[in-house]
């Protein structure tokens, strides 16, 4: 596609449920990640996906998030039995993966928001 | 570990008026450092980057930044600022071996016409 896709644009749930988040990133890149943009705060790096290689999921703040990214594209990030404190933005974004200061392309984010 | 630190959580200017937003970074080697753009409704969007060489670096719509390493830092400026140029700003920098960047807290920029 011509940018970084995700979806939804918006999620409304409750305290406890589960939710996945969807991201499509640029058709070749192959370096995928997440970050977390909480109210007032940066954005919080999550989890990061180069090709074929390990996960790097050193910013996963619990057991309750895990991320998976399939056929080395679409990448599903998934929150169990969500909290308030994880409502928050959700950005996706992916890069070519071929050098450490590369420029980064973002998607729109999904509006978490759990009640 | 990699920190950034943008001490001005919002600034108001006036159209035409120059601006400095400021960014301050905590890395133990040169730093890679980028500064991003979020418009509302909008993904992110790289203004300009830094690796090595020449301290000034020009971006995209009219913006530079100067990495300064005695001071640890590396502003954004802009010598004449459009309504357009609302939005929030984001400063980052990465390390070396790790892809994932550390960002700032952001700072938002109001433009008054």
């Known amino acids: 596609g011509a940018g970084v896709s995700q979806s939804p644009s918006n999620k409304v749930t409750e305290k406890g449920k589960d939710v996945e988040l969807r991201c499509d990133p640029i058709s070749g890149h192959t370096a995928l990640y997440w970050y977390r943009q909480s109210l007032g705060q940066g954005l919080e790096f999550l989890i990061y996906f180069q090709g074929n290689s390990a996960p790097d999921k050193s910013g996963l703040p619990s057991d309750r998030f895990s991320a998976e990214r399939t056929g080395g594209s679409v990448s599903t990030l998934t929150i169990q039995r969500t909290q308030q404190e994880d409502s928050a933005v959700y950005l996706c974004?992916?890069?070519?993966?071929?050098?450490?200061?590369?420029?980064?392309?973002f998607g729109s984010g999904t509006q978490l928001s759990v009640l | 570990a990699q920190s950034v630190t943008q001490p001005d959580i919002h600034i108001t200017v006036s159209e035409g008026a120059s601006l400095e937003l400021r960014c301050n970074y905590s890395?133990?080697?040169?730093?890679?450092l980028f500064w991003y753009v979020q418009s509302p409704g909008q993904g992110l969007q790289l203004l300009l980057k830094?690796?090595?060489?020449?301290?000034l670096v020009q971006g995209i719509k009219g913006f530079e930044a100067e990495f300064k390493r005695s001071q640890s830092s590396f502003n954004l400026r802009k010598p004449s600022v459009h309504w357009s140029d609302a939005a929030e700003y984001f400063c980052?920098?990465?390390?070396?071996?790790?892809?994932?960047?550390?960002f700032g807290s952001g700072t938002r920029l109001q433009v008054q016409p």
């Open positions: 980052a920098v990465g390390a070396t071996g790790r892809r994932a960047l550390t």
């Open positions: 890395y133990g080697a040169t730093p890679y």
């Open positions: 830094y690796f090595s060489g020449d301290t």
């Open positions: 974004a992916s890069s070519l993966g071929t050098t450490t200061n590369e420029k980064l392309f």
